[in-house]
């Protein structure tokens, strides 16, 4: 007797590069769901291109997760959001014509600033009377948050609890720049998200967190320096290896620099992988397709 299929959590980057990557690109990664719900995890300023080249639609996604705001993770946002504001693709309306808006995944916190860089664009809605000006629900429906953990030193809640469909994601702070907020993201494998996949967004290495969170998760997906220098803003490699070989084996390395081929062998040889545009996952096996 044949057994169900796995579920198909699979995730394909489509930039894999870091702020000034030129060969890799910036970031922005598509989440797949079994149900076929398809997510972008940020949307970098190279993301109209990207997509483009690998025939993806902005009308095929359904929603958006951003883990911070910065331009290699939301600036490709403007397009994004006017695209399916103001054109019909095949079933899916415009949302000027009542069209579903693109639903959005992020922390309140970000999910502020997300809307402080796009309003001097999108605030110009033509079909609001004069005296309206659009707001970020013009074109996104925020998902709300169904959990929450408490502030632990910056005034933002520590982490947040989403939930859309069977997208169930933990959206963690991290060190990242310091007073900004930014998330990682958790994504559950399973209904209670007893296993889950990790992005870490942006973020300085927390190897006490990781190597707690290891034994449920299947894979993890870490930006990646190797360049270290004072007030380190990433993932630094020379703590990246430090981490048990148990979280080495389980992580892929992205947001990496142009130079990655100076050290990938290096890096491989520590059990990691190295994550170039277009490589895909499969979430709950923790492999490469
Ligand atoms: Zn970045
Ligand atoms: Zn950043």
């Keep these: 007797m044949n057994s169900a299929p796995e579920p198909a959590f699979t995730l394909r980057l489509h930039g894999a590069g870091g702020a000034f990557s030129r060969r890799y690109g910036t970031t922005c990664a598509e989440l797949r769901l079994p149900d076929g719900a398809r997510w972008l995890i940020d949307c970098g300023r190279q993301a109209p291109e990207q997509l483009h080249a690998a025939g993806v639609r902005w009308h095929d996604i359904h929603g958006q997760i951003v883990t911070h705001v910065h331009g290699d993770h939301i600036y490709g946002l403007e397009e994004f959001a006017f695209s399916r504001y103001f054109y019909d693709l095949d079933a899916v309306g415009s949302i000027r014509s009542g069209g579903p808006r693109i639903l959005l995944v992020a922390h309140d916190a970000v999910r502020r600033e997300v809307w402080e860089s796009l309003a001097s664009s999108l605030r110009y809605v033509p079909d609001l009377p004069e005296t309206g000006m659009g707001t970020l629900e013009s074109y996104f429906e ?98 990246l290896e430090r981490l048990p070989e148990a979280v080495r084996r389980k992580m892929v390395l992205m947001h990496h620099e142009d130079d990655l081929e100076l050290h990938r062998e290096r890096a491989e040889a520590l059990g990691f992988r190295v994550a170039l545009p277009g490589d895909a996952f499969d979430l709950v096996r923790g492999v490469r397709l």
């Design 142 to 239: 925020p998902v709300p948050i169904v959990a929450r953990e408490a502030p632990q030193g910056n005034p933002w809640d520590h982490a947040q609890t989403c939930v859309s469909g069977q997208l169930r994601v933990v959206l963690r702070e991290t060190v990242h720049v310091p007073g900004k907020p930014s998330t990682s993201v958790e994504i559950a494998l399973d209904r209670a998200g007893d296993r889950v996949a990790w992005w870490s967004g942006d973020s300085t290495v927390d190897a006490a967190f990781l190597t707690a969170l290891e034994p449920r998760t299947s894979v993890f997906f870490h930006d990646c320096t190797f360049v270290d220098y004072p007030g380190q803003v990433h993932g630094a490699f020379a703590q």
